[in-house]
């Protein structure tokens, strides 16, 4: 805590106050153009892999990168979340980025590591897809790759749920809205985007058009791109 602590002080002294105009502008209302769906791993930091500034991001994390298919009459925080982006704050570009060495994909792949867990273990129903596509389509891969394998599946699965929420599949067919599927490479700081035209994940470089990945095309060999 007391890192914490000290840390806020030093925010208001060498960020804030530098900036105090700034963020007086971010207090009178927020505009994002980009919604970031991440995973709530205290390594992964939206903002500062993006280096994005405050307000250009509107971030929903939580445990495996996980949107849970639209169910009417079960309402989530996630489905408020992300029909208040569209909705509310008129997001054009929603991006799912998942990371490798993610522990809510090791518990997908290894369900003995939540027997304890019960709730944990039903938040990660939403990614059995995940594991069963790799289970039968990449059955030749062991190991690292595996668990590559299963983050990159892992993020289009949940953009798939994504499109069944209404709010988004009404701006998709708008076409005022574009999904984006990314995986970060915690080993290098490297992020990866989907590209549907090839099913691969590919470096994102500089200066880089990118594809959005709508609509999917699946099972492009993606593990070795990583």
Known sequence: MEKLI???????????????????KLADGQSPQTMFITCSDSRMVPDLICQSDPGDLFVLRNAGNIVPPYAPGAPSGEAATIEYA?????????????????????????PQC??????????LEHAQASQEIVCTCYSNLTGEARAKVLVQENVLTQLE???THPAVAAALASGELKLHAWVYKMET???????PENGQFALLEIGDDVTPAYP???????AEAM
């Open 6 to 24: 000290n840390g806020i002080h030093r925010f208001q002294a060498d960020v804030f106050a530098p900036n105090r105009a700034f963020f007086r």
């Open 86 to 110: 569209i909705r509310g704050l008129g997001v054009r570009d929603v991006i799912i980025c998942g990371h490798t060495r993610c522990g809510a994909m090791q518990a997908v792949a290894e």
């Open 161 to 163: 749920h994504l499109r």
């Open 189 to 195: 700081g490297e992020v990866f985007a989907y590209h």
């Open 216 to 222: 999917l095309i699946r099972r492009g060999g993606a």
């Open 114 to 123: 939540t027997v304890a867990m019960p709730r944990v273990r039903q938040w």
